[in-house]
């Protein structure tokens, strides 16, 4: 195993940060309640998370394990009409959970595991997130085109497991 110059061992066979972050919001998406597609996420800034969120009902309020997804009652398919869905997005768990707490993630980065929707991309961006790496994508062009326009890093990370 290689040294430093302070004659301590040095791993070399550590997860690197991003893989590290990545994961831990997949550990956070078996949080969520939804039928269609669990999502974690968390805010990071300086290595050190800030928030986490999952897609879920509004605290106190039924799941739609609980009532049944409307969205697919509805046969509507993913990406569409997220205004019929009782669930708040992983990402606006997080913006909420930070406002709540008085946590600031201004310049934080977001881990998470699905490519932001057109209305989380919007509200990222007035966080004035620095940047945004998410595992899965999502039909949502004119997010990705947002993110660029406001010169946010944004890419794809997949997860790696051990």
């Not at 070399?12 to 991003?18: C, F, G, S, T, V």
């Not at 994508?137 to 890093?153: C, H, K, S, V, W």
Request: hydrophobic share 35%.
């Amino acid at each position: 195993m290689p040294t430093n110059p302070d004659l301590l061992p040095v791993r070399d066979d550590r997860i690197p940060w991003p893989q590290y972050f990545m994961q831990i919001a997949y550990l956070v998406a078996q949080r969520s309640t939804c039928l269609r597609r669990r999502v974690g996420a968390i805010a990071v800034r300086d290595k050190r998370i800030l928030a986490t969120g999952y897609n879920g009902a509004p605290i106190g309020l039924k799941h739609c394990k609980e009532v049944g997804c409307l969205r697919e009652q509805m046969n509507i398919p993913s990406g569409e009409r997220h205004e019929l869905c009782r669930a708040l997005h992983a990402e606006q768990n997080i913006i909420v959970q930070a406002a709540t707490h008085g946590v600031s993630i201004e310049g934080a980065e977001l881990y998470c595991t699905t490519q932001p929707c057109l209305i989380c991309t919007k509200m990222l961006i007035n966080c004035r997130f620095s940047a945004i790496y998410f595992a899965e994508g999502y039909p949502d062009q004119l997010a990705r085109d947002m993110f660029d326009e406001a010169g946010i890093t944004y890419r794809s990370l997949p997860v790696q497991t051990p």
